[in-house]
């Protein structure tokens, strides 16, 4: 029995599937009667739906088949397809039993009895009967397929391996262990990361922790020591050397003054010869200032000579250079007129 239900096919996954919800009505009448208190009576319309929505899944499940084949196909192409339709309609079978179980229970707990419910038990259990994959379910399904000439290998298909699976434990064994890896594998990740920190702090403590600490040592020591100023130091500083400090806590003496040397940054600022920028600056009076400017101005050799003629020129001869200028503006031309001969 237990080879005959573990069968690792298609057809043996097809009956597992079927068997799974075989005892699902159990449950299902512990709830019911706790909540009605265990009473059978229960309003006769409410009987009266559960039986007629039983005879109805029953009748579907009795007369409707799948569909027959396209004409056509290949071999292979056949036997998937077969097998396809025919869980499908294993499928819709036991949906249909669920759906009159369903039903039941809600009319029992309206009706206030278990009559409904065990109504809708008697027509929904051989509904799951019908859809396990016997021989007489097979032959009827695959008559149907081949209604149109097609041939159906599905006795073919149902031969095929299939793993050992149940509707709703194997996924939620399958999700289990997966996040039990998964969990698995981020502590193994996490004490790893671990292992590894401790180990670098521990070579880093045994092999490089005094070199690492004299090297940050001297990156942050100064440069140069500075020492402390001896008392009474009147030495000249390094920026202006020559800057000597006044034994009696005066400002330093200026440049020049008390026969001092003039300071290395400023070395003429005590002499009183004339600055390069104006080198006559105080020398001659007024006029003789305007005369050095204009012989500077004109300068000498023969370029000073033609800007004085030109000069001249233009002071003499304005009028005519004035009248040559209003003819031409007034449109008198001085060309000669080309002569018209025959």
Same mark, same amino acid.
């Given at each position: +029995?237990?080879? *005959?239900?573990?069968?690792?096919? &298609?057809?043996?996954?097809?009956?597992?599937?079927?068997? *799974?919800?075989?005892?699902?009505?159990? =449950?299902?009448?512990?709830?019911?009667?706790?909540?009605?208190?265990? $009473?059978?009576?229960?309003?006769?319309?409410?009987?009266?739906?559960?039986?007629? /929505?039983?005879?109805?899944?029953?009748? +579907?499940?009795?007369?409707?088949?799948?569909?027959?084949? =396209?004409?056509?196909?290949?071999?292979?192409?056949?036997?998937?397809?077969?097998?396809?339709?025919?869980? &499908?309609?294993?499928?819709?079978?036991?949906?249909?039993?669920?759906?009159?179980?369903?039903?039941?229970?809600?009319?029992?707990?309206?009706?206030?009895?278990?009559?409904?419910?065990? #109504?809708?038990?008697?027509?929904?259990?051989?509904?799951?009967?019908?859809?396990?994959?016997?021989? *007489?379910?097979?032959?009827?399904?695959?008559?149907?397929?081949?209604?149109?000439?097609?041939?159906?290998?599905?006795?073919?298909?149902?031969?095929?391996?299939?793993?050992?699976?149940?509707?709703?434990?194997?996924?939620?064994?399958?999700?289990?262990?997966?996040?039990?890896?998964?969990?698995?594998?981020?502590? +193994?990740?996490?004490?790893?990361?671990?292992?590894?920190?401790?180990?670098? /702090?521990?070579?880093?403590?045994?092999?490089?922790?005094?070199?690492?600490?004299?090297?940050?040592?001297?990156?942050?020591?100064?440069?140069?020591?500075?020492?402390?100023? #001896?008392?009474?130091?009147?030495?000249?500083?390094?920026?202006? =050397?020559?800057?000597?400090?006044?034994?009696?806590?005066?400002?330093? &003496?200026?440049?020049?003054?008390?026969?001092?040397?003039?300071?290395?940054?400023?070395?003429?600022?005590?002499?009183?010869?004339?600055?390069?920028?104006?080198?006559?600056?105080?020398?001659?009076?007024?006029?003789?200032?305007?005369?050095?400017?204009?012989?500077?101005?004109?300068?000498?050799?023969?370029?000073?000579?033609?800007?004085?003629? #030109?000069? &001249? *020129?233009?002071?003499?001869?304005?009028?005519?250079?004035?009248?040559?200028?209003?003819?031409?503006?007034?449109?008198? $031309?001085?060309?000669?007129?080309?002569?018209?001969?025959?």
């Amino acid at each position: +029995m237990t080879e *005959f239900v573990l069968q690792p096919t &298609q057809e043996g996954e097809l009956r597992r599937r079927a068997l *799974f919800w075989l005892p699902a009505p159990l =449950p299902v009448v512990g709830l019911v009667a706790l909540s009605v208190g265990g $009473s059978l009576s229960a309003a006769g319309w409410t009987i009266l739906l559960a039986t007629s /929505v039983g005879v109805g899944t029953l009748l +579907m499940s009795l007369i409707v088949q799948p569909t027959p084949l =396209p004409e056509g196909l290949a071999p292979p192409v056949s036997a998937r397809r077969a097998l396809h339709r025919f869980r &499908q309609f294993t499928g819709l079978r036991i949906a249909l039993a669920l759906a009159t179980m369903a039903i039941g229970a809600a009319a029992a707990l309206v009706g206030g009895g278990l009559y409904p419910l065990l #109504a809708a038990l008697a027509l929904a259990v051989p509904q799951l009967l019908l859809a396990m994959p016997t021989f *007489f379910t097979i032959t009827r399904a695959r008559r149907a397929m081949e209604a149109w000439g097609t041939t159906a290998y599905l006795w073919h298909a149902l031969s095929r391996p299939a793993k050992v699976t149940w509707p709703i434990v194997t996924p939620a064994v399958k999700a289990w262990r997966s996040r039990r890896v998964e969990r698995s594998r981020e502590s +193994m990740r996490q004490k790893l990361a671990e292992r590894a920190w401790r180990k670098a /702090v521990r070579d880093e403590t045994e092999n490089g922790g005094g070199a690492d600490l004299e090297a940050a040592n001297e990156r942050t020591d100064l440069l140069r020591p500075v020492a402390p100023p #001896a008392a009474g130091a009147d030495e000249p500083t390094e920026v202006v =050397p020559h800057l000597g400090a006044d034994p009696a806590g005066d400002a330093p &003496q200026r440049a020049g003054e008390d026969g001092g040397e003039p300071t290395a940054v400023l070395p003429h600022l005590a002499e009183d010869e004339p600055t390069a920028v104006l080198p006559h600056l105080g020398e001659a009076s007024d006029a003789g200032a305007e005369e050095a400017a204009a012989k500077k101005r004109e300068g000498s050799g023969p370029r000073a000579t033609v800007n004085r003629a #030109a000069r &001249q *020129f233009i002071e003499r001869g304005s009028g005519a250079l004035g009248l040559a200028v209003r003819k031409t503006r007034r449109g008198h $031309s001085t060309t000669r007129p080309h002569p018209h001969k025959p």
